[in-house]
């Protein structure tokens, strides 16, 4: 069984500091995406990562695969209460076959 | 990209009964998937639903339990049968559109209370 752990499972946080969530495994993965889920709504794609040390970039969002592609993490540089929500990552395996999702991460920014 | 709709949004049910969740796609998509959303627990795929074939079921979920329908490719149904208090949850469709990437986009969920 594939597992994608996520740390913390709660953060919050001052509008303005800085965050790093992270997602691990043990299990190599074909890409790794991450999602947002507001309270409500489904979970929307933020990003893909496909290789190994990749690094995306998304406004204030920061986006690394592991070079081993075991691992991700995400950056969000001076965070403001619009990226309240929940963060998921999800692993993918097996040609698009097997998507493996993160317990989540809670975040809070307040105001 | 893709835009999902998902009937009812929520629903209190008594134990014992059954709740029948539509999903609809703006546009004609091979894959359609059922997701749960437990509390503190992470997105669990429930089924593959197939169009024009049985549902392709994970393991620790049946067809018995929770039927799906996939009569075309712009929609699906999924049935929680026989409620328990177990199975209060949110209750996710998702679809992955063409290209390479597989890039899912989900419904916004049904949000089910079983009483």
């Known amino acids: 069984t594939q597992l994608l752990e996520q740390s913390p499972q709660f953060l919050s946080i001052q509008e303005g500091e800085n965050l790093t969530v992270y997602c691990n495994s043990s299990s190599v993965f074909s890409s790794l995406q991450w999602y947002r889920q507001e309270p409500g709504e489904g979970p929307v794609l933020l990003v893909t990562?496909?290789?190994?040390?990749e690094v995306k970039k998304l406004k204030r969002l920061t986006f690394q695969f592991g070079d081993a592609r075991k691992d991700s993490s995400l950056h969000i540089t001076a965070a403001q209460p619009g990226d309240t929500g929940l963060y998921l990552c999800a692993g993918v395996t097996g040609g698009y076959q097997k998507v493996t999702f993160g317990i989540g991460t809670k975040l809070q920014v307040i105001p | 990209s893709a835009v999902i709709s998902q009937k009812p949004s929520r629903d209190i049910c008594q134990r014992g009964t059954s709740l029948t969740i539509q999903c609809q796609v703006d546009s004609q998509v091979t894959m359609m998937f059922w997701y749960r959303q437990q509390p503190g627990q992470s997105l669990t795929l429930i089924a593959t639903a197939n169009q024009g074939s049985e549902a392709t079921y994970e393991s620790g979920f049946v067809i018995d339990k929770f039927p799906i329908s996939r009569p075309n490719l712009t929609f699906s149904t999924l049935t929680v049968s026989n409620m328990s208090p177990e199975d209060s949850s949110i209750y996710l469709c998702?679809?992955?559109?063409?290209?390479?990437?597989?890039?899912?986009?989900f419904g916004p969920g049904t949000r089910l209370t079983v009483t």
């Open positions: 990562v496909v290789t190994g040390g």
């Open positions: 998702s679809v992955v559109t063409g290209g390479g990437s597989y890039e899912q986009y």
